[in-house]
């Protein structure tokens, strides 16, 4: 049996996509995200899978000993863990992992659905190139947030992480047979475009806050607008250097221009890009029913916790 582990946005679902068109395998799908990887991997591994893929997904702090030691027990089983992904790994995950007998493809200069095209072969010679092609040029241009390929801003908004997983599935089974649109796409797109111009009209509550000479903003989430559209939007607003998009469950997603705050989340357990990255931290009981009432509380708190790891805010 086989397992695929892969992020919950579109290069997630899509490069898991792309893997099963490329090699005809399948498996049971799980989404995860960074905060929640150690968990996934439990689950997984009680299952006794003969072999894991993991897609757009990096292990942090707090995930990657467990990780090795899931590795190291599909090992001992006959089984095997590869792994594809195109974030920030420190030298000595990839290392222990690599010894723990997983099999890595880590490769930053493309996104995840690029690293499947560009490490995999096809197992039959029938590939449609021109969708490989158009899937990674649109899915990568939307996730590195290049917007060089007219189907990307179109694929940004196909998949978001308030989605369930039955939608998530749908996306998967239609990329994975070859499709790259259908109609319930072009909908589902449409639809999300009309909410977010409604969201984005409204008025925003904002917290702005210096950090190192470092101009932060602290905005909650919005379910009907994507996290990097929303920070964007705050950013031109408010002039800020790093956008903090939180929410009361303690998720936090981080975008900047110029500062690096990969190394921010990943003081905070979480991990990422340069530019983009993200966490979660733990929300006292006190603000979580304050934040229900008065949204500056959750936003105050946050600030409070950013402002607590000023030494890991710095620019590029």
């Known amino acids: 049996m086989s397992c695929i582990v892969t992020h919950t946005d579109i290069d997630g679902v899509a490069a898991a996509a792309l893997y099963t068109y490329l090699t005809k395998e399948s498996g049971n799908i799980v989404f995860a995200e960074p905060y929640n990887l150690k968990k996934v991997m439990y689950k997984v591994h009680k299952k006794r899978p003969r072999k894991v893929i993991v897609f757009d997904l990096s292990p942090n702090t707090d995930t990657i000993d467990f990780v090795i030691g899931v590795a190291e027990l599909l090992r001992e089983r006959g089984g095997s863990i590869t792994w594809f992904d195109h974030h920030v790994w420190d030298d000595e995950w990839v290392e222990?992992?690599?010894?723990?007998?997983?099999?890595?493809?880590?490769?930053r200069s493309t996104c995840a659905t690029g690293v499947v095209a560009r490490y995999v072969k096809p197992s039959i010679s029938s590939i449609n190139r021109k969708f490989v092609t158009d899937l990674v040029d649109g899915v990568c241009s939307a996730d590195l947030w290049r917007f060089e390929h007219p189907m990307s801003p179109f694929f940004m908004r196909l998949v978001r992480r308030r989605d369930d997983d039955e939608w998530r599935l749908y996306v998967y089974n239609t990329l994975s047979g070859g499709t790259?649109?259908?109609?319930?796409?072009?909908?589902?797109?449409a639809n999300r475009f009309?909410?977010?111009?409604?969201?984005?009209?409204?008025?925003?509550q904002v917290e702005v806050f210096d950090v190192n000479g470092i101009r932060i903003a602290?905005?909650?989430?919005?379910?009907?607008?994507?996290?990097?559209?929303l920070a964007t939007r705050v950013m031109s607003l408010v002039k800020a250097e790093i956008v903090a998009v939180a929410d009361r469950s303690g998720k936090i997603s981080l975008r900047s221009?110029?500062?690096n705050v990969r190394d921010l989340a990943l003081a905070l357990g979480g991990g990422g890009h340069m530019q983009a990255a993200g966490a979660k931290i733990d929300l006292p009981i006190t603000t979580r029913i304050a934040s229900i009432l008065r949204t500056k509380a959750l936003l105050e708190h946050v600030g409070r916790v950013l402002k607590e790891y000023a030494d890991y805010i710095k620019k590029l």
């Open 218 to 229: 602290v905005v909650e989430k919005s379910e009907k607008v994507e996290n990097s559209i």
């Open 180 to 189: 790259i649109w259908t109609k319930e796409f072009e909908e589902k797109v």
């Open 257 to 259: 221009r110029g500062v």
């Open 96 to 107: 222990r992992l690599s010894k723990a007998g997983a099999t890595l493809y880590i490769d």
């Open 194 to 204: 009309t909410e977010e111009v409604e969201e984005l009209s409204r008025p925003m």
